[in-house]
């Protein structure tokens, strides 16, 4: 069984920089096209940044021009390097993988336990 594990977070103060990484027991980068959400306390998650299973990046606005997505060519693993980080960006991020869930992943659900980026001014 295949479960998403996230690494990365940390402080960082205003204009900083982090790189997240999303680790899978399977190449589901492959099969499945993935994102990065974030989720604010009392909010529901939201999307920051995806990449399609072929490779094509997308992006939230506010993370355009400063955020890069990529994955690894075997489909292993995810990251989202993180530059100029701004107070905002602070919550706790998701690694996931989008519908539909491979068979591989039933176990460990979709989503990872996430990985906690806090920005100080």
């Known amino acids: 069984q295949v479960r998403l594990v996230e690494s990365g977070g940390g402080d960082v103060p205003a204009g900083g920089s982090l790189r997240l990484s999303c680790v899978a027991g399977g190449n589901v980068f492959s099969t499945n096209d993935m994102g990065w959400y974030r989720q604010d306390p009392g909010k529901s998650r939201e999307l920051v940044a995806g990449i399609s299973k072929e490779g094509i990046p997308k992006y939230q606005d506010s993370a355009k021009g400063r955020f890069t997505i990529s994955k690894d060519s075997a489909g292993n693993a995810a990251y989202l390097q993180m530059d100029n980080l701004r107070l905002e960006d602070t919550g706790l991020y998701y690694c996931?993988?989008?519908?539909?869930?491979?068979?591989?992943?039933?176990?460990?659900?979709?989503w990872g336990q996430g990985t906690q980026v806090t920005v100080s001014s």
């Open positions: 996931h993988i989008e519908p539909p869930l491979p068979k591989s992943m039933i176990l460990f659900g979709s």
